[in-house]
């Protein structure tokens, strides 16, 4: 009688648990059949961004993109007398390695001092430099503008692009866009999922997307940094000269700084656009050809790439505008060019997502890039403090030259 009602006990146990087991399945089930529907309801963009997360500057397979072809004889950076034989501080190697630092490189007087590569990248690994990418449209519209492609830098957008003539668009001109002051509707958000930052690094349709922005301040009087503009920017290089942006930037810039390696411009998808407010992919040694064509003002080797009337205002400050605080005038950024108050020096340099630093030191006819995975988030005003961590570092290297 015992052993039965055992027997009768263990059976209830093992049927209850077997349809709980049963119950939970089906729940696990009805979970995922509902995920996945909202997976697929999810726009185009959004879907892309949950599967690869966050920006990466290791991006290049994770899109179509565009080769910016080197030159077919190219100039390269010599090598200092005392080249590599700094001693970095351990301090100092491990702010590096805390932000991950993939690539460090000083140079002066066109020689090489110092340069160092980490977590498997080298010399010829190529790096998104994100928002760096910025400046090089900036350089490009004054190369349009040099050649009279664009007539004047204060036409309005509508000339190039005519879905800007309506409304408050209308009022738009190419000098608010260089200067950030477009009065536009996007937002930074690049941790969001439905952000229009999102959107247009992860989507399929950067062309739509910027021209169905609206304006929500009054264009040219207070910077606000917007990746619209820039984009919109390249599509007025594009209509101005009937060339892709990527082919403009080789053809004006790529090749007549002599490259050594060929670049890639990402797209937004199979012979699509160019996404020309973040993603341009090169190495250290070759992005820093810009911060050698910021310290000449526009001149490669004795050929004037960029008017020095141009560059010259790019590389200064719009002073004309309010700050993004709106309270004093503007005194860090130019034509899509950032400039840096450093110890007295005014420094130009190029600025991307996750600490990616091209930067001129005119005082000193030097340079520093740095690139990496990560940036600190802590901020100094306009920017995040790291960026002056780097000068340090970079100024103790150059102050320690045999």
Not at 265 to 275: V, Y
Not at 367 to 392: C, F, Q
Request: glycine share 6%; with cysteine; charged share 25%.
């Amino acid at each position: 009688m015992i052993d039965d009602l055992r027997l009768l006990h263990v059976n209830f146990l093992v049927n209850y648990k077997f349809n709980c087991m049963k119950k939970w399945h089906k729940i696990v089930l009805a979970v995922l059949v509902v995920l996945i529907i909202v997976y697929f309801c999810l726009p185009y963009y959004a879907r892309q961004a949950l599967i690869y997360w966050y920006p990466s500057i290791d991006d290049l397979s994770m899109f179509e993109k565009h080769t910016v072809q080197k030159a077919d004889s190219s100039w390269t950076w010599a090598h200092a007398k005392d080249y590599n034989t700094y001693e970095m501080s351990p301090e100092d190697d491990a702010y590096l390695n805390d932000f991950r630092t993939v690539s460090f490189l000083v140079i002066q007087n066109d020689s090489i001092v110092y340069e160092e590569y980490r977590s498997g990248w080298n010399d010829t690994k190529t790096s998104n430099i994100f928002s760096s990418t910025k400046s090089i449209v900036g350089l490009l519209i004054g190369a349009a503008y040099d050649e009279g492609k664009i007539e004047s830098l204060d036409d309005p957008v509508w000339k190039y692009i005519p879905e800007f003539k309506v409304g408050e668009k209308k009022n738009i001109t190419i000098r608010h866009l260089l200067t950030m002051s477009g009065g536009l509707n996007w937002d930074e958000a690049y941790a969001s999922l439905f952000s229009v930052t999102t959107h247009g690094y992860y989507g399929n349709d950067l062309y739509e997307l910027v021209t169905g922005l609206d304006v929500i301040e009054e264009p040219g009087k207070q910077f606000s940094y917007r990746s619209g503009d820039t984009q919109i920017l390249a599509f007025i290089v594009e209509k101005a000269t009937g060339k892709t942006i990527s082919d403009y930037a080789e053809e004006k810039l790529w090749r007549p700084m002599q490259a050594a390696q060929d670049a890639y411009w990402l797209l937004d998808k199979k012979d699509g656009d160019e996404k020309s407010f973040c993603c341009f992919h090169t190495t250290a040694r070759e992005v820093a050809r810009f911060a050698r064509l910021m310290l000449h003002h526009g001149n490669w080797n004795g050929k004037q790439l960029i008017s020095e009337e141009y560059i010259n205002e790019a590389m200064s400050p719009a002073s004309y505008l309010k700050d993004e605080w709106g309270k004093d005038s503007l005194d860090y950024y130019g034509f899509q060019i950032w400039i840096m108050n450093y110890h007295g020096q005014r420094n130009p340099y190029f600025r991307g997502m996750l600490g990616q630093y091209i930067i001129a030191i005119p005082e000193r006819n030097a340079i520093i890039v740095r690139l990496g995975h990560k940036k600190d988030e802590k901020r100094i005003r306009e920017t995040t403090r790291d960026v002056y961590r780097y000068m340090d570092i970079g100024t103790k290297i150059l102050d320690g030259r045999k």
